[in-house]
């Protein structure tokens, strides 16, 4: 089974949201929207098929990334969360919370050996 077919997402944590934003937009170019940065891209085995990868900033209360206390969490695109996610809890993997479904996909959390928070994302329709 494939697990992570790419890299979803990068989001951290800092003390002035708003002004990095301000300061990765004007000095690099990152166009900033309501749910931070989105790099829209084509899958390389089959053009017809477009992805996206997004770039967030957080305030340090968040608590998006509890329980894990890292300033940063890394979210991978996945295939097939569910057989995936059944695979880990035999591993005894920490799994956060339940699969969650949105319109652009499906989302849940785990728990790497030193408490980072990751979030496994299987994109909808792309």
Known sequence: MKKVTGIGGVFFKCDDPQ???A????????????YGVTFEWQ???DPSKQGST???TFPQNTKYFDPSTKPFMINYRVENIVELVAELKKD???????IAEYDYGKFVHV????GNIIELWEPKDE
């Open 19 to 21: 002004g990095m934003n």
């Open 23 to 34: 300061w990765y937009s004007k000095n690099l170019g990152l166009p900033h929207g309501e």
């Open 43 to 45: 899958h390389a085995d």
């Open 54 to 56: 997004s770039w967030c």
């Open 92 to 98: 005894n993997v920490t799994i956060v919370d339940e």
């Open 111 to 114: 728990l790497d050996p030193e």
